[in-house]
């Protein structure tokens, strides 16, 4: 089941836009991804939004620290080079 939409959230035609600009899943190295990047980015995009901590981010997102992990150490787990 589809979660609620957050108002912070990505639109549609503004996930068009932004998902080329991330890496291809086909040329990551490792395990695959068992959060959809698109997700990432709503949920760092609601803590920006909100203002809140990493930790009090709500439980229908993904977890705080896989979150965190993207934002923080980007080059690590297949955001780009840092």
């Known amino acids: 089941m589809p979660r609620k939409p957050y108002p912070s ?3 549609d035609a503004e ?3 932004l998902k ?3 890496p291809d899943e086909r040329n990551r190295i490792g395990s695959p991804r068992e959060v959809e990047l698109r997700e990432i980015v709503n949920a ?3 803590v920006a ?9 709500p439980h229908d997102l993904p977890a705080w620290q896989t979150v965190y992990g993207y934002f923080d150490g980007g080059a690590r787990v297949g955001f780009g080079n840092r």
């Open 9 to 11: 959230d990505l639109s």
């Open 15 to 17: 996930w068009t836009k």
């Open 20 to 22: 080329p600009l991330l």
């Open 44 to 46: 760092v995009l609601y």
């Open 49 to 57: 939004d909100n203002g809140i901590k990493w930790r009090a981010m």
